[in-house]
């Protein structure tokens, strides 16, 4: 007897926080907020599906993230990211930043 092949599709926990206007920052759009995910891959993997070149990508040990022009927030939304306020976004960041220091000392 042969087994169906199950798959089983992981659900990706990318996030948005609010648009911010950013008038003078001399950039081709001035509202931008930000692209976050619980994991690289699932943040460059959702900056792929929306089409945002990877070279916005801004790397940083615990606060990688995405700039992201207001006209992509609705197309990332639609593809499953969360809506967060800056409260949450703070917190996913001090989750990753005590993540970082926890592996740090497990290096130690």
Request: aromatic share 8%; proline share 5%; with cysteine.
């Amino acid at each position: 007897m042969r087994c169906p092949t199950r798959i089983v599709a992981r659900v990706m926990s990318c996030y948005v926080d609010a648009v911010r206007a950013y008038p003078g920052a001399g950039l081709r759009f001035t509202e931008y907020c930000h692209l976050l995910a619980d994991t690289r891959g699932e943040l460059h993997a959702m900056a792929d599906r929306i089409g945002m070149p990877r070279r916005f990508f801004q790397d940083h040990p615990w606060r990688w993230h995405y700039d992201l022009p207001a006209h992509l927030r609705a197309e990332a939304v639609r593809h499953g990211a969360k809506e967060l306020t800056l409260h949450e976004v703070g917190a996913v960041l001090r989750e990753r930043r005590h993540s970082l220091a926890g592996q740090d000392r497990r290096r130690a």
